[in-house]
């Protein structure tokens, strides 16, 4: 092996402006995919207990369908095939305002609003019927069942696994290069491309990755153990 | 309008080339899932005990790089193997080559997790069991823990396994002729994307749906009634 080292190629130059900006939109992707995926995973996942049928059968397709189809498909998708189909005018401001990147956010966003759904149900699931029925047993209305019984187990239960969901959204962020969404792969391939030292740009656009990972791990472990309830979960156990 | 005559004439192409790998480039989803599976299975297998070892210079590496692979992208661990090893060895390898390594190193560390998770849901006093019976550590491992442990695991194995056949799709990234490629070869002559990428989303479906209902089935036959 004959590599000569230069790790000076990241602080010079445009590279750490461009590993920057990369880290910014990464993170305003993933941001807006994330509220994007929660809001579906909350409905979807709502309209999967309703007792109308065919809402029912929606949202049951949404999450099948969505979940188990590749990401990159559905980037491709979303900016190759959607935009053809929409109204002119939302088309011409789509082309002005960044259309990679609202695709990227609509393929993110429904994918994993499918995955999450499928987060919520189980986390919901796993509190015993006999639960609800006690607290209306003691007299508490059905929402204060759920705002004092339900919920306060059932959001804890969830964020293990929530956690692991919204890391995999982060990662998944990076498939957005492929419609060429300025993100911190995409800036990782470009100083590799302008300074022709692909194992320092690739060094540090992994590290990025994994510090991000790591800390929200952390944060979120904290988060699990702070709010444990004595008892009932066993705290700080990691699930990730 | 809806064409579906774009699916019609390309079908052989997407399907043989594409899907299966056969024809005149390298490539096929098939082609590159099934040792991809394989290959990550054997090694996450190794991996997951490796975690669980009482010596700590195999437990901390293997812990480590479990840690390491779920903290970064699959992208990025496709782009390291295609741009580095070139430039280690000092020669090309085939995108096959390229993007079966990534997958392998990469899911390993997430099935790691699922057969240490397998392993340490087999009661403790099986393996007290077996070595009072007189098995060595190894004998136990392999015909006592992981036959149960796999039998636990098959649910999330599963699962893990629709994951990796769907991140397949990223080998068309490094330009692997598989199902993705092959609909973006056909969509830059046709101009056809609502069909075509519709088309093999459907085609990812069939494949992955029918993985989850054959693990769901063998979940029922084995969990004792």
């Known amino acids: 092996m004959k590599y000569q080292f230069n790790w000076s190629v990241l602080w010079t130059g445009e590279s750490g402006q461009w590993l920057l900006s990369g880290l910014i939109t990464t993170l305003e992707l993933s941001a807006l995919a994330w509220l994007l995926a929660v809001v579906l995973g909350i409905v979807s996942g709502a309209l999967r207990t309703v007792k109308f049928r065919p809402l029912r059968a929606l949202a049951t397709f949404y999450v099948e369908f969505f979940r188990n189809v590749p990401l990159l498909v559905w980037m491709f998708f979303w900016y190759f095939a959607v935009p053809p189909l929409l109204p002119g005018a939302t088309q011409e401001w789509l082309f002005g305002h960044g259309l990679e990147f609202w695709a990227a956010v609509c393929a993110l966003g429904v994918y994993s609003g499918a995955r999450f759904s499928e987060v919520l149900r189980s986390g919901i699931q796993s509190i015993p019927r006999t639960q609800f029925e006690a607290s ?41 290069l492929t419609i060429s969404v300025a993100e911190l792969t995409f800036q990782t391939r470009q100083i590799e491309t302008y300074t022709a030292r692909a194992i320092e740009a690739l060094t540090a656009g992994t590290l990025i990755y994994l510090v991000l990972c790591v800390s929200i791990a952390t944060i979120m472990g904290w988060v699990e153990r702070r709010t444990a309830i004595p008892g009932l979960i066993t705290a700080g156990r990691r699930r990730r | 309008m809806l064409d579906l005559g774009v699916i019609w004439r390309n079908l052989p192409f997407l399907m043989i080339q594409g899907f299966l790998g056969f024809g005149n480039f390298a490539g096929g989803t098939l082609r590159l899932a099934i040792p991809a599976i394989i290959l990550g299975f054997i090694l996450g297998i190794f991996i997951g005990i490796g975690r669980l070892a009482p010596q700590r210079w195999i437990r901390v590496p293997a812990t480590l790089y479990v840690e390491f692979f779920r903290g970064v992208p699959l992208v990025m661990v496709i782009f ?12 090309s390898i085939p995108e096959f080559w390229v993007a079966l390594s990534a997958f392998v190193i990469f899911e390993a560390a997430y099935l790691g997790e699922i057969v240490r998770a397998g392993i340490q849901s087999v009661p403790r006093g099986q393996v007290e069991a077996a070595t009072a019976v007189g098995l060595t550590g190894t004998q136990t491992m392999r015909s006592v823990v992981l036959p149960q442990a796999l039998k636990n695991m098959i649910p999330s194995l599963v699962t893990q396994f629709i994951v990796l056949f769907k991140d397949t799709s990223l080998a068309s990234i490094i330009g692997f002729m598989d199902l993705t490629k092959a609909a973006q070869v056909v969509n830059n002559r046709e101009i056809r994307p609502f069909e075509l990428y519709l088309f093999i989303a459907v085609v990812y479906w069939i494949c992955t749906y029918s993985m989850s209902r054959y ?6 036959r084995l969990s004792p009634a």
Do not use: M
């Not at chain 1, 919920?151 to 969901?165: N, Q």
């Open chain 2, 215 to 220: 693990a769901r089935h063998l979940e029922k």
């Open chain 2, 80 to 91: 390291w193997i295609w741009i580095v090893v070139p430039v280690v060895l000092n020669r």
């Open chain 1, 136 to 176: 209306t047993a003691s007299g508490l209305t059905t929402f204060q069942a759920y705002r004092y019984v339900i919920l306060p187990v059932a959001l804890r239960l969830i964020i293990p696994p929530g956690t692991s969901e919204s890391l995999n959204l982060l990662k998944n962020s990076s498939l957005a």
